[in-house]
């Protein structure tokens, strides 16, 4: 049996919450991270017929080391050219190169643990940037190509964490975006599904003005809840974010149902 949700009172308020019971039930010890390596995404065996898990192994590494290679250079044309095609899609060089400008510089790294497989191999690696030390998950597939990753967040602020994935959004940057989120929660949401998600908002919000405020909602041993204002062209509304203790996203509340534009204050 699932444990309660402890924000509950709240998901009952809003309409149309997009993930919370997925996340509130399932994702919020999953994906604990800072007391051991990143939980390796699950993936399924490799037929015995295919080529060996060794040899999967290595092509898996080599691809994980040209990918963090084009990290450390800066590279943005490469480092898109690596994105397998369903995130090519949503990304251009462009958005590549925004979203290194607001990375930490990577300054070097070791690949920890490989988890072969033929369709979608798992890489972990412990990075060391200019802002300190980092664990990432990579997911590489066949042909070498990054399908998703995820960082290890857990020495920030839950609302540093909110406020960056929401800009990322804000942005376009929908990949950085979907980095945030928990292996489970990804599998659950790609980042075509959160762009789709975004972009549906804005046709009954208008575009983006600015994020107002970041604030702590509300927070249980085992999950944080923040809300991230943000004022739309025609409206201004919340979106809830919540967390699990290492500051990995289980949970996005999209409004479905905006609040209605304030009217002129009369004279």
Do not use: C
């Amino acid at each position: 049996m699932l444990p309660p949700n402890p924000f509950q009172p709240l998901v009952l308020r809003r309409a149309g919450l997009w993930g919370l019971a997925l996340a509130a039930g399932m994702a919020g010890a999953a994906v604990a991270m800072p007391a051991g390596p990143i939980p390796a995404v699950a993936v399924p065996a490799m037929p015995a017929s295919r080529t060996s898990s060794a040899v999967v192994e290595a092509r898996a590494r080599a691809a994980a080391e040209r990918i963090l290679r084009s990290l450390r250079d800066g590279d943005a044309n490469a480092r898109y050219a690596m994105f397998a095609p369903t995130l090519q899609r949503i990304s251009s060089p462009a958005l590549v190169a925004a979203n290194m400008k607001r990375q930490p510089k990577l300054l070097n790294w070791s690949i920890t643990t490989v988890v072969p497989a033929y369709d979608a191999s798992t890489v972990q690696a412990t990075l060391q940037t200019s802002a300190g030390t980092r664990k990432l998950l990579m997911v590489i597939n066949a042909d070498g190509l990054l399908e998703g990753y995820h960082l290890d967040l857990s020495d920030q602020a839950a609302e540093r964490v909110a406020r960056d994935f929401v800009q990322a959004v804000v942005d376009g940057r929908f990949i950085a975006a979907d980095s945030f989120l928990s292996p489970d929660l990804q599998s659950e949401i790609p980042p075509a599904s959160l762009q789709r998600k975004w972009l549906n908002l804005q046709t009954r919000t208008g575009n983006v003005v600015r994020v107002r405020d970041v604030l702590p909602s509300e927070q249980s041993g085992e999950m944080k809840l923040v809300m991230v204002t943000i004022e739309f062209t025609r409206l201004t509304d919340n979106l809830y974010v919540i967390l699990d203790r290492s500051n990995a996203i289980i949970g996005v509340d999209f409004p479905t149902e905006p609040a209605a534009p304030k009217p002129v204050p009369g004279r």
